[in-house]
């Protein structure tokens, strides 16, 4: 009895070493970031979304946490990166949007770089 449990224990820490081995053999997807002041433009696809043209031929979509109040109206924003001036992810920035009670500021969960075909596919008004 004591060996079985002994050989189930074995196996069970193999399979948990195992995994993450496994797991670093596949390649993650390379890191897309930009600068911000490499932001040309914006356009809000409702009030979580914001599309960003990059320099002249990138397109991010940032997606927000909650509803952000007047990004779908205002014709300004900012963008402010945390840490350092690179986006790579939802944690290193966000968007202030200003409002008739002062700067509101909208917390970004994802940012991810849109393909030729998703900019192609964007809503009328949600390219920017």
């Known amino acids: 009895m004591r060996t079985k449990v002994l050989a189930a224990a074995a196996a069970a820490l193999i399979g948990a070493v195992a995994a993450p081995a496994a797991a670093a053999d596949k ?5 897309q970031c930009f600068w911000n002041h490499q932001v040309n ?13 990059v ?3 990138d ?25 350092t001036s690179t986006i790579c992810s939802g944690l290193d ?19 991810r770089k849109l393909t030729p075909a998703e900019v192609a596919a964007l809503p009328k008004g949600a390219k920017p």
């Open 41 to 53: 433009s914006f356009a809000a696809q409702g009030d979580r979304t914001v599309n960003l043209r």
């Open 93 to 111: 920035a966000e968007v202030v949007t200003p409002s008739p009670i002062g700067p509101q500021k909208c917390l970004v969960r994802n940012v």
């Open 59 to 83: 397109y991010y979509q940032l997606e927000l946490f909650s509803p952000c109040p007047d990004v779908e109206w205002t014709q300004k924003i900012a963008l402010i990166s945390r840490g």
């Open 27 to 31: 390649p993650s997807p390379p890191r």
């Open 55 to 57: 320099g002249v031929k």
